[in-house]
């Protein structure tokens, strides 16, 4: 069954196509669905993660440099005057005036990745369709 599965996620084949010596498709798909509504996948990715760190496996430090992260081409010469004051065409304040840009920026992202949760709760719970 779990052999099944990450075949799957390796590949990206649809269920439909799993090969034969999994077993039934569907038989797989809803024991992927359901283990991933229950949490089974989190739990086991924790004891993993776990064990490893135990072991001292696991290395938690991260280091980004200029080296790995490139610049866009049109990352060079930003300008250096302040933008243009907002013309008086309206009379409605901006949104965010007194807010700092990083704020709006993270409500954004919560909005976001509220968004995704949702879609992915809709997509587990969705039955599989192969024809």
Sequence with gaps: MIDGILHRVRTGVQWCD??????PWKTVYERH???SADGT?????QQVQAAADAAGEIDWDISVD???VRAHQHA????TDPPPAPGSKGAEEPEHQDEAPW?????????VVLEAR?????A????ASCT
């Design 103 to 111: 704020r709006s920026l993270h409500a954004r992202l919560v909005e």
């Design 76 to 79: 060079a010469g930003a300008r």
């Design 66 to 68: 200029s080296t790995i």
């Design 33 to 35: 669905r359901l283990w």
């Design 118 to 122: 949702a879609w992915a709760a809709r």
């Design 41 to 45: 996948w989190e739990r086991l990715l």
């Design 18 to 23: 799993l090969p034969e010596r999994f077993g």
């Design 124 to 127: 587990v719970g969705s039955p």
